[in-house]
């Protein structure tokens, strides 16, 4: 049996695996690997090209496999899609390993860097930094709804916000006094969690060397400039500055025909919108 191409469908606990010889016939077939057995078997592989979806836990699996001699290549599911077979044996996830396997094959598919434990650790910062703003703006303006059921209606402005509801909490019944107060608290302990977030954001990249070489750039700050490196690593998968661009969001998507050319929005990633800084 001479496997040289292994497509992974992830998944949480039941795996599935389809592996092709050099003409292309499947020669390795399990549709059902438990995770507890998953590392196992792909150590009893011979070094070949493993191909999987870029999704939760992809990373992990990355670098354990690429520990047995493998070769490892991560694919945004989008780019999946179109080899799934669907009209062959429909939506399952032995068909799903097939495609993976399909997929990684092609000449022309655009992989995803794999990323270190490190790499994967700043994210976490900024993810978790991430999801303490968006929490402290749905706050406020859960804040500003329940007021304005009371008739007070105040700018939307956080700081003026703050300076103006304290003249307007004692117009308000008990136990509106009371939530209006708890969650002016909770937005103090937000703020305390996002600067703690911001030191050690700072903290991390004035300590990575690529980050400090990244902030000597105008307009880069140890927030951007962490997220770019956390993100990109050595950004060595790009040829240009134009394929960054184009990663980064900078451009519009474009969904051209009939000689008519019509461009989509511009999709910045949530780690390097500016609403992350």
């Given at each position: 049996?001479?496997?040289?191409?292994?497509?992974?469908?992830?998944?949480?606990?039941?795996?599935?695996?389809?592996?092709?010889?050099?003409?292309?016939?499947?020669?390795?077939?399990?549709?059902?690997?438990?995770?507890?057995?998953?590392?196992?078997?792909?150590?009893?592989?011979?070094?070949?090209?493993?191909?999987?979806?870029?999704?939760?836990?992809?990373?992990?699996?990355?670098?354990?496999?690429?520990?047995?001699?493998?070769?490892?290549?991560?694919?945004?599911?989008?780019?999946?899609?179109?080899?799934?077979?669907?009209?062959?044996?429909?939506?399952?996830?032995?068909?799903?390993?097939?495609?993976?396997?399909?997929?990684?094959?092609?000449?022309?598919?655009?992989?995803?860097?794999?990323?270190?434990?490190?790499?994967?650790?700043?994210?976490?910062?900024?993810?978790?930094?991430?999801?303490?703003?968006e929490e402290r703006t749905a706050l406020y303006n859960r804040l500003r709804g329940l007021i304005s059921e009371f008739g007070i209606?105040?700018?939307?402005?956080?700081?003026?916000?703050?300076?103006?509801?304290?003249?307007?909490?004692?117009?308000?019944?008990?136990?509106?006094?009371?939530?209006?107060?708890?969650?002016l608290v909770h937005a103090d302990r937000l703020n305390e969690r996002i600067e703690e977030y911001d030191k050690a954001i700072t903290?991390?990249?004035?300590?990575?060397?690529?980050?400090?070489?990244?902030?000597?750039?105008?307009?880069?700050?140890?927030?951007?400039?962490?997220?770019?490196?956390?993100?990109?690593?050595?950004?060595?998968?790009?040829?240009?500055?134009?394929?960054?661009?184009?990663?980064?969001?900078?451009?519009?998507?474009?969904?051209?025909?009939?000689?008519?050319?019509?461009?989509?929005?511009?999709?910045?990633?949530?780690?390097?919108?500016?609403?992350?800084?």
């Amino acid at each position: 049996m001479s496997i040289v191409t292994v497509g992974i469908d992830l998944a949480k606990n039941v795996f599935a695996l389809h592996g092709i010889d050099q003409s292309g016939k499947a020669v390795f077939i399990k549709p059902k690997v438990v995770r507890g057995q998953l590392l196992e078997t792909v150590a009893n592989l011979p070094p070949c090209l493993i191909g999987m979806e870029a999704c939760s836990g992809a990373h992990y699996w990355a670098r354990e496999f690429s520990r047995f001699g493998h070769t490892v290549k991560l694919m945004a599911p989008k780019f999946v899609a179109p080899y799934r077979m669907s009209g062959k044996r429909g939506k399952n996830d032995a068909a799903d390993a097939a495609a993976i396997c399909e997929a990684v094959t092609r000449p022309n598919m655009r992989f995803v860097p794999v990323k270190d434990v490190d790499q994967q650790a700043i994210l976490c910062l900024h993810r978790t930094r991430q999801g303490f703003i968006e929490e402290r703006t749905a706050l406020y303006n859960r804040l500003r709804g329940l007021i304005s059921e009371f008739g007070i209606v105040l700018p939307q402005k956080v700081e003026r916000l703050r300076r103006e509801i304290g003249a307007h909490l004692e117009a308000l019944p008990g136990w509106a006094n009371r939530c209006v107060g708890d969650l002016l608290v909770h937005a103090d302990r937000l703020n305390e969690r996002i600067e703690e977030y911001d030191k050690a954001i700072t903290q991390a990249a004035r300590q990575d060397a690529r980050s400090r070489q990244l902030m000597q750039l105008p307009g880069i700050g140890p927030t951007t400039a962490s997220a770019l490196v956390a993100s990109l690593g050595g950004a060595h998968d790009f040829k240009n500055g134009r394929q960054l661009a184009a990663w980064a969001g900078l451009v519009p998507g474009q969904y051209s025909s009939g000689g008519k050319a019509r461009l989509g929005r511009i999709e910045v990633p949530p780690v390097l919108a500016p609403r992350a800084f």
